[in-house]
């Protein structure tokens, strides 16, 4: 049973994608390493990804820096182990927010509906089955702590060894809390201490020093640069314009409340978006070229068929556009529920490849943050974004008589190479009187 040196390289990162950022190595150099433990978190342009280990040996050498990128099929970690030892089946890895979970199994399915096309959801083949490992001797703190990407990047924002955290959290998973109290010197689960009563320090006298630097150069970065990279590009190659129209949500937020209070809505609060939804795909379906985009080398506009509804999720890891996939097939109960699903899934780091890809176009509410609208910028390659603003009780003209009504408005930012401005214009006042009269949704859908 002689050594000998295995080479693992980054595997196929699927949906297109052909490199990753290495964010964080969970190892290192000379560490000895189990069959499936976590290597190391890396970061796509569309999840952060924590690989395990796909042998059981002593790590070697560890190819790459924190924040380099590696290709896919280039090395990214040599291993000293025996022939005989274990090792994982040459399964494709599981991209998914973080790491090998043992719960993703048993995560429902999700139904694939509609017509198949490119980038849509494919349903992987059932994993071969894997050899079980030997099992631990149980310790009271694991080698490695439970815990999602946002945690483990504010743990490593305030200096804690999260490994030496004792988690709180279901299955022992280390919780924001933990990190935060550990980082105060506070065990797990006990409160943080009241905050004493501030005392205004007096104004500081000119000259006087002042500690630490006035400036601070954060590395652009991960999901931060695929943003940036992917906003100058659009903002670049596409001719963007963008109306606004301003309408009476007084009818919409009247159903949004019946609706909550329906047996249909099993006790859950159903917001403006879903009906805002619906109300988009209907209008879609009259509008085709809205829901479209433009295919440069082939010198063609391709006008989509289907409606799957991209939604600007405000995450600890920057902006995501997670998908709901074939809008046109749910009802607003179900709308609602996928809304929340991929929403949260977002923001706790579990979302999936293929979950941010393949929107025909976006939704982003800036309403949530109370503005009244904004420019927002098409999601290439996009034809289209919609941007929904906050509902206020503003004074209302109706009929000769002024009366208080919920107010909202629209941007719809276009590229002007597909639709003209008076076909947007067409399209957004379709849409508005939709949402002024949601009971016309019955006659369109």
Do not use: C
């Amino acid at each position: 049973m002689a050594d000998e040196v295995r080479q693992f390289k980054l595997p196929d990162l699927g949906e297109g994608l052909e490199e990753a950022e290495i964010v964080s190595w969970l190892v290192k150099e000379g560490e000895e390493v189990e069959l499936n433990q976590p290597l190391v978190e890396v970061e796509t342009e569309k999840a952060l990804v924590q690989i395990p280990s796909p042998y059981a040996g002593v790590v070697d050498k560890l190819h790459g820096d924190v924040g380099e990128r590696v290709k896919v099929g280039a090395p990214l970690v040599s291993f000293k182990t025996s022939s005989d030892a274990p090792e994982a089946g040459k399964r494709r890895e599981v991209l998914v927010g973080y790491g090998p979970d043992e719960g993703a199994s048993r995560r429902r399915r999700r139904r694939k509906i509609g017509r198949a096309e490119q980038g849509d959801v494919e349903v992987e083949p059932e994993p071969e089955p894997q050899p079980e490992p030997e099992p631990e001797p149980s310790r009271s703190v694991p080698a490695k702590a439970l815990a999602t990407p946002p945690v483990r990047k504010l743990a490593k924002e305030l200096g804690v060894d999260i490994d030496g955290v004792g988690g709180s959290g279901k299955d022992g998973r280390v919780t924001r809390e933990d990190v935060v109290a550990a980082s105060e010197g506070r065990g797990a689960g006990q409160p943080a201490a009241v905050a004493s009563v501030t005392k205004l320090e007096p104004v500081q006298r000119r000259g006087s020093t002042t500690e630490g630097p006035l400036e601070e150069r954060i590395p652009v970065r991960s999901i931060r640069r695929t943003i940036a990279e992917r906003l100058v590009r659009s903002y670049s190659e596409i001719p963007h314009v963008t109306e606004w129209l301003q309408l009476d949500a007084t009818e919409l937020m009247r159903l949004r409340a019946d609706l909550t209070a329906s047996p249909e809505a099993e006790g859950g609060k159903i917001s403006p978006l879903p009906v805002l939804m619906k109300a988009l795909v209907a209008a879609l379906r009259k509008h085709p070229l809205i829901n479209s985009s433009w295919d440069g080398e082939r010198n063609e506009i391709v006008v989509k068929r289907f409606y799957h509804i991209g939604i600007a999720t405000d995450t600890d890891r920057g902006l995501l556009v997670p998908v709901v996939r074939d809008a046109d097939q749910l009802s607003v109960f179900d709308t609602a529920r996928e809304i929340a699903r991929v929403a949260g899934a977002a923001r706790d780091g579990t979302i999936t490849p293929a979950e941010l890809s393949g929107s025909t176009i976006t939704i982003t509410n800036v309403g949530s943050f109370g503005m009244e609208s904004g420019t927002p910028i098409i999601n290439f390659p996009e034809a289209a974004i919609l941007a929904t603003g906050a509902i206020t009780k503003r004074p209302w003209v109706v009929g000769d008589q002024i009366a208080v009504r919920d107010v909202m408005t629209l941007a719809l930012s276009f590229d002007h190479r597909i639709i003209d401005g008076a076909e947007a214009g067409r399209f957004l006042r379709y849409l508005g009187d939709l949402i002024e009269k949601p009971a016309r949704l019955f006659g369109v859908l």
